[in-house]
């Protein structure tokens, strides 16, 4: 499967945006499907992830209500929406699949096999 994010944009402090992962080769609802970000100076970090199939979805503790993570089949793609954003919400996103049925970590990068390129995420006033 490939994966391609998109959705990045320079926003202010407050507001919302959502990240597109489409996906493509397979369909993504065969897959768990994670959001890592990468901010400046930072190791890689998970935000939230979504189970193949029945789509049960996790959120790593650090980011909390802020983001909501979901799936949508017949576009083939999955979103993260993040709301009230903050300064300290700059990063690269990437989006990551791992082909394990019904499980997901929103945390362990390691159990992820494919990765988008990433998008930029910039929060400033």
């Known amino acids: 499967v490939q994966l391609v994010e998109s959705g990045g944009v320079l926003a202010q402090p407050g507001d919302s945006l959502r990240l597109s992962c489409a996906g493509s080769?397979?369909?993504?609802?065969?897959?768990?499907i994670g959001w890592f970000r990468h901010a400046p100076g930072e190791g890689r970090e998970g935000v939230a992830c979504?189970?193949?199939?029945?789509?049960?979805?996790y959120y790593a503790t650090s980011p909390e209500d802020r983001f909501k993570i979901s799936r949508d089949n017949a576009e083939n793609t999955v979103y993260l929406e993040i709301s009230n954003l903050r300064p300290e919400d700059t990063a690269v996103y990437y989006c990551?699949?791992?082909?394990?049925?019904?499980?997901?970590?929103?945390?362990?990068?390691?159990?992820?096999?494919?990765w988008g390129q990433g998008t930029q995420v910039t929060v400033s006033s």
């Open positions: 080769g397979r369909r993504l609802h065969y897959y768990s």
């Open positions: 990551a699949a791992d082909d394990l049925y019904g499980y997901c970590s929103a945390t362990d990068q390691n159990v992820y096999d494919y």
């Open positions: 979504i189970s193949s199939g029945n789509g049960d979805t």
